[in-house]
């Protein structure tokens, strides 16, 4: 286990608050490249591209019953990048606005970016 100082975490926190706007394009780009294999992604045309805009003109807002289809096919079994680039590793069932639903579980959400 890691142990920082207090000292470490307030100066890592300044310098991530300092440029929020860079440190989410970061994130966003990231979290693209990760994910670019996935299904999903190439359905709506995004080919690859990492930078804010293309993913903003290519990928709808959408709510859980939009990725529903796919997250059922990992919930049987499906082992391709469905939604993510990563393997899913965990399905967890929430009872969410009055119905159960899976939300999928991958190892790189518990580690950074």
């Known amino acids: 286990m890691t142990i920082c100082s207090c000292e470490e975490t307030i ?4 310098m991530l608050t300092r440029d929020t706007a860079r440190v989410q394009q970061d994130t966003l780009k990231k979290i693209l490249e990760i994910n670019a294999s996935a299904e999903y992604l ?21 709510v859980h019953s939009d990725i529903e289809p ?37 190892c790189l959400l518990f580690t950074s970016l």
């Open 70 to 106: 796919y997250i059922q096919r990992i919930v049987d079994g499906d082992t391709s990048p469905v939604v993510t680039g990563e393997p899913i590793t965990n399905l967890s069932l929430r009872y969410c606005t009055q119905s159960l639903k899976f939300v999928a579980l991958l």
């Open 11 to 14: 100066n890592e926190f300044e």
């Open 42 to 62: 190439q359905n709506f045309g995004l080919g690859g591209r990492t930078d804010a805009e293309s993913f903003k003109s290519c990928i709808p807002l959408c």
